[in-house]
C-alpha cells in the first residue's frame, strides 16, 4: 500500500535514531549501569583493604580463601540465576542477587573473625553470580539487538573510573576510617539502582519470554552440578597451594568432582572448540583466565624484581580500564558488525602480545613504562573480544535459552579464573616463587632493591597465560557457525 510508506520510513528512521538514553531505555539503563559500577567499585576496593582485614581479624593464613570463596559460589549462583531467569525473567535473580551480594558485604564487614569474613565473601559470591547473568538476560530481553553492542560499551566503559579511583578511595577510607567501613558503605549506595531499574525491568522483561513453553520444574540436577564444580574447583585450588605429596588427594577429588560437572553444564562441543556457540563460551574462558594471571602477578613482579613501590607498580595498570572501555566502544560501532569475527581475533592478538611482553621487563634495561603501554594495548584487546563475544553470545541463543547460556558463559569465566590461577601459583611456588620478599623502596616512593628474586617462576607464570591466549586466537576464528 503506497500510501503507508512514509509512515513505514519515519517509524524506521525513528527506530535507527534511538539509544539506550532514549526515553524507553533510559531508566532501565541507567539502572544496570548503576548496578554494573557498584560491583566494578567493590572489585577495585575491596583488594585494597583485604590485607589490612586479613591482619586485623588474625586470619592471613585464610588471606586467599577470601578470594577463592567469592569466585567458587559464584558458580553456584550463575547457574541458579540462568534457570531461574528462563523461567520467571530476570527480575527476581536480579533483585534477590543485589540484596544478597548486600548483606555478603554487611557479613564481612561486621565479622568478628576471619572465618566469618570468609562467609561473607561467600554470599557476596552467590549475590554476584545471580546478579552478572540476570543483567546479561536484561541485555538480551529488555534491548534490540542493534542496540547490544552498545549497552555492553556501557558495561565496560563503568569499569573506568573505579579501577583508577577506586584503590585510591578505599586506601583512604581504610586508614583514615577503617577496612570496615569499605565494605559497609556499598550497601547504601544499593538502594538507588533497584528503585530507578526495577518498575522498567518489570514492564519490559518480566515473566518467561514471550511465546516460550510454559515452564516446567525446575532442574535442580544443574544446581547440584554447579556444587560439585564450585567444590571441584576449591579443592583444586587448595591442593596448588600445597606441594606436598599429599595434595594429589583432594587434586584428584576436585577433578573428579570438576570434570564431569563442567561438560554437562557447558554446552556441547565446548571442549572441542565446536563452531558457534560453544567456541564463544570456550573462548570467553581462555580470553578472561590468562589474562587475569598476567595482571595478577605485574605488581608482585614490579615490586620483588624490580623494586618498585607499590603504588608505582599499579599506575602500570591504571589505564586499562580506559582502553578496555575503547575497545569496548569499538566493537558497538555498527560499520564494523560484519567484521565482527577479525575483531575477536584481533584483539586476541593483543592480549597475546601484551601477556608475552611482560616478563620482558624482567631485564633492568627494558623500561617498565613499556610494560603499561603492552597492558593498555592488552586491555583494548580485552576490551574488543569479551564485549563481542557476549553479543555473539546473546545472538545465538534462543530466548529461553539466554539465561542458560549467559550462565555458561560466565561459568567458563570464572572457572578458567580459578583453575589458571591455581596452576600458575603451584608452578610459581615449585620454581621459588614463595620466597620473593617485598624491597625497602616498596613502602615508599622511589626504588629498593628485590629480595630473593626469582625471575624464571615469573617467566614461567607469563608462558603459561600466553600459551592460553595465543591458542585462543586460534579458537577465535571458529566464533561463527
Known amino acids: 500500500m503506497p500510501e503507508s510508506t512514509p509512515a513505514l520510513e519515519t517509524t524506521s528512521a525513528a527506530l535507527r535514531t534511538e539509544t539506550v538514553l532514549s526515553r524507553p531505555y533510559r531508566a532501565l539503563t541507567s539502572g544496570i549501569v548503576s548496578v554494573v559500577l557498584l560491583i566494578a567499585f567493590e572489585a577495585t576496593a575491596v583488594g585494597t583493604a583485604m590485607p589490612v582485614a586479613a591482619d586485623e581479624l588474625n586470619g592471613i593464613s585464610l588471606y586467599a580463601f577470601a578470594f577463592s570463596a567469592f569466585f567458587t559460589t559464584s558458580i553456584v549462583g550463575m547457574v541458579g540465576s540462568g534457570q531461574w ?3 520467571r525473567g530476570p527480575l527476581p535473580p536480579l533483585a534477590t542477587g543485589i540484596v544478597g551480594f548486600a ?11 576471619m572465618w566469618i569474613f570468609v562467609l561473607g565473601r561467600a554470599v557476596q559470591g552467590v549475590g554476584g553470580g545471580l546478579v552478572i547473568v540476570a543483567l546479561y538476560v536484561t541485555v538480551s530481553r529488555a534491548f534490540p539487538e542493534r542496540l547490544r553492542p552498545t549497552v555492553m560499551a556501557a558495561f565496560a566503559a563503568s569499569w573506568v573510573v573505579p579501577s583508577v579511583v577506586g584503590p585510591l578511595i578505599s586506601g583512604t577510607v581504610t586508614e583514615h576510617l577503617g577496612w570496615r567501613w569499605v565494605f559497609l558503605g556499598i550497601p547504601v549506595l544499593v538502594v ?17 519470554p514471550e511465546g516460550a513453553k510454559p515452564p516446567g520444574p525446575a532442574d535442580r540436577r544443574r544446581v547440584r552440578l554447579a556444587v560439585a564444580v564450585a567444590l571441584g574447583a576449591a579443592l583444586l585450588q587448595y591442593a596448588g597451594q600445597d606441594l606436598r605429596w599429599i595434595a594429589v588427594v583432594p ?3 576436585g577433578a573428579a568432582l570438576l570434570v564431569p560437572s563442567v561438560r554437562a553444564l557447558l554446552p556441547r562441543g565446548t571442549v572441542r572448540a565446536a563452531r ?21 602477578f605485574i605488581p608482585l613482579m614490579l615490586v620483588t624484581q624490580r623494586g618498585l613501590s607499590v603504588t608505582m607498580a599499579g599506575l602500570t595498570l591504571a589505564a586499562g580500564g580506559a582502553f578496555w572501555a575503547l575497545g569496548s566502544f569499538a566493537q558497538s560501532r555498527p560499520r564494523l558488525e560484519p567484521q565482527r569475527e577479525r575483531l575477536v581475533r584481533t584483539g586476541m592478538v593483543l592480549v597475546t602480545f601484551a601477556i608475552a611482553y611482560s616478563p620482558l621487563v624482567l631485564v633492568h634495561s627494558v623500561p617498565v613504562w613499556t610494560l603499561a603501554l603492552a597492558m593498555a594495548l592488552g ?6 573480544v569479551i564485549s563481542s563475544l557476549s553479543v555473539l553470545l546473546l545472538r545465538l541463543s534462543a530466548p529461553e535459552e539466554a539465561g542458560r547460556n549467559s550462565a555458561a558463559l560466565q561459568l567458563c569465566d570464572g572457572l578458567s579464573n580459578v583453575l589458571l590461577l591455581a596452576l600458575t601459583g603451584a608452578v610459581f611456588a615449585a620454581l ?20 630473593g628474586a626469582r625471575p624464571g617462576a615469573f617467566v614461567a607464570v607469563y608462558a603459561v597465560s600466553a600459551v592460553v591466549a595465543l591458542a585462543g586466537v586460534g579458537v577465535a576464528g571458529r566464533i561463527r557457525k
Not at 558457534?276 to 590468562?290: H, Q, S
Not at 586491555?379 to 574488543?384: D, K, R, S
Not at 621459588?432 to 629498593?448: F, I, Q, R
Open 276 to 296: 558457534g556457540l560453544p567456541a564463544v563460551v570456550l573462548l570467553r574462558g581462555m580470553a578472561a583466565g590468562a589474562y587475569v594471571v598476567a595482571e595478577s
Open 251 to 253: 587434586a584428584a577429588l
Open 432 to 451: 621459588g616463587g614463595g620466597a620473593v620478599s617485598v624491597g625497602a623502596g616498596a613502602h615508599g616512593g622511589g626504588a629498593g632493591v628485590a629480595d
Open 379 to 384: 586491555c583494548l584487546g580485552m576490551g574488543m
Open 103 to 113: 548483606a555478603g558485604l554487611v557479613l564481612s564487614g561486621t565479622a568478628a573473625t
Open 192 to 208: 538507588l539502582p533497584l528503585v530507578v531499574m526495577l518498575p522498567p525491568l518489570r514492564r519490559a522483561a518480566s515473566g518467561p
Open 85 to 87: 531467569c528462563d523461567r
